[in-house]
């Protein structure tokens, strides 16, 4: 029994230590948040380039500046079937960041045609690195990270939205 008494010690501080740690970083495990509530405002559907629907999902519209500068910041979690569109007045370069963006993201850039110019795929959370558009976008689309690649959607793809 005394030569397993060390090893019996070892593994109770290993699963206090670990249940310590989840409780200090608050976090837990992926899940709805609730303290976010999803808001939907309209709803999107993506496009091939040869018009194929590939995906729709829900979404919440940043129109106003004060929507625009805390798009997805610090929420913890969303759903597959959700997402955000911004909405610009003029066509023109646009460039995002993930200051305080906690879940990692897919961000698409869409020309005023609402063709897909490029996709940011997988963006890293918390960065300050610029994210820009290789060409004038008039809307941004954010959804989770590895939905474009997950439905396959690509520069020149296209989308439709409804505002609710």
């Known amino acids: 029994m005394k030569q397993w008494l060390p090893v019996l010690v070892s593994i109770s501080l ?44 829900d979404l919440e519209v940043a129109a ?7 798009g997805l910041m ?3 979690w969303m759903e597959e079937t959700q997402g955000m569109i911004f909405l ?16 990692p993201l897919d961000i698409m850039f869409i020309s005023s ?4 110019v490029n996709i940011a795929r997988n963006t890293q959370p918390f960065s300050d690195k610029p994210i820009p558009s290789t060409g004038p976008a008039q809307y941004v689309v954010e959804v989770v990270a590895g939905f474009s690649d997950k439905y396959g959607l690509s520069s020149g793809d296209s989308i439709s939205f409804e505002i609710l």
């Open 88 to 103: 610009f007045d003029q066509e023109q370069r646009q460039s995002f960041w993930m200051r305080n963006t906690i879940i």
């Open 74 to 76: 610090n929420r913890s």
């Open 64 to 70: 106003t500046e004060a929507e625009k500068a805390q």
């Open 14 to 57: 290993l699963i206090s230590s670990c249940v310590k740690k989840e409780e200090q970083s608050g976090r837990k495990s992926p899940g709805p948040d609730p303290s976010f509530q999803f808001k939907k405002e309209g709803s999107l559907t993506f496009y091939k380039a040869d018009g194929q629907v590939v995906k729709s999902i």
């Open 113 to 116: 045609d609402l063709k897909i």
